[in-house]
């Protein structure tokens, strides 16, 4: 099983709809959590962190599972500017808490 | 967040040269990483940037192609080496301030071998 993993879609998904992706980690000793966004060929941005309570930011809602090892990022009211790949990045537990990186699921807006 | 520039953005060498990129920081960070992105790809994590120390490689990178520098808590090199295509790709500066913190990257600098 690998550490991180996402499902790398495409998701196409129109205007106005909600759109969730999950992240899966195999280290159930991992304590951080991101979610990031990715324009193409630019530089990932941090979105949110994740915190074991859910956290809340404008249309998006990031959520962490512990039991079933996963987080999750919930878009609400896609925007076409929303279209992104979206990486989620998990701490490996060790001493120094590396990131470790997902794949990135692709996320097309249309109109 | 803290303002990382990475300089070159972009260019274009010929095989069997090298190109230094150059990452500043306008704070000081406690971690600094190189990460490489080939298009269409995830991020790829070359090496851990010490300050005053080697640099701790990822299994696949060699300090002998990927020689890093760093110097100080704001500043840091990579120098890819002996260029082949191969090594076309996005290289990206990144940085934490602390072991449950997140990390944020430079915009890159963008590299084609001829």
């Known amino acids: 099983r690998k550490e991180v993993e996402q499902d790398p879609g495409p998701f196409n998904v129109p205007e106005g709809a909600t759109v969730a992706f999950n992240c899966t980690y195999s280290n159930s000793a991992s304590q951080s959590f991101f979610w990031y966004r990715q324009d193409c060929r630019k530089e990932p941005k941090l979105l949110m962190s994740?915190?074991?309570?859910?956290n809340e930011d404008g249309r998006f809602t990031a959520q962490l599972n512990r039991a079933s090892q996963y987080i999750s990022l919930l878009i609400r009211d896609s925007k076409l500017s929303d279209s992104a790949t979206y990486l989620c990045?998990?701490?490996?537990?060790?001493?120094?808490?590396?990131?470790?990186w997902g794949l990135g699921t692709s996320l097309a807006v249309n109109p | 967040s803290a303002v990382i520039s990475q300089k070159p953005s972009r260019d274009i060498c010929q095989r069997g040269t090298s190109l230094t990129i150059q990452c500043q920081v306008d704070?000081?960070?406690?971690?600094m990483f190189w990460y490489r992105q080939q298009p269409g790809q995830s991020l790829t994590l070359i090496a851990t940037a010490n300050q005053g120390s080697e640099a701790t490689y990822e299994s696949g990178f060699v300090i002998d192609k990927f020689p890093i520098s760093r110097p100080n808590l704001t500043f840091s090199t990579l120098t890819v080496s002996n260029m082949s295509p191969e090594d076309s790709s996005i290289y990206l500066c990144?940085?934490?301030?602390?072991?449950?913190?997140?990390?944020?990257f430079g915009d890159g600098t963008r590299l084609s071998i001829l």
């Open positions: 994740v915190y074991s309570s859910g």
């Open positions: 704070s000081q960070v406690t971690m």
């Open positions: 990045a998990v701490d490996n537990a060790g001493n120094n808490r590396k990131l470790i």
């Open positions: 990144s940085v934490r301030q602390g072991i449950n913190q997140p990390q944020h």
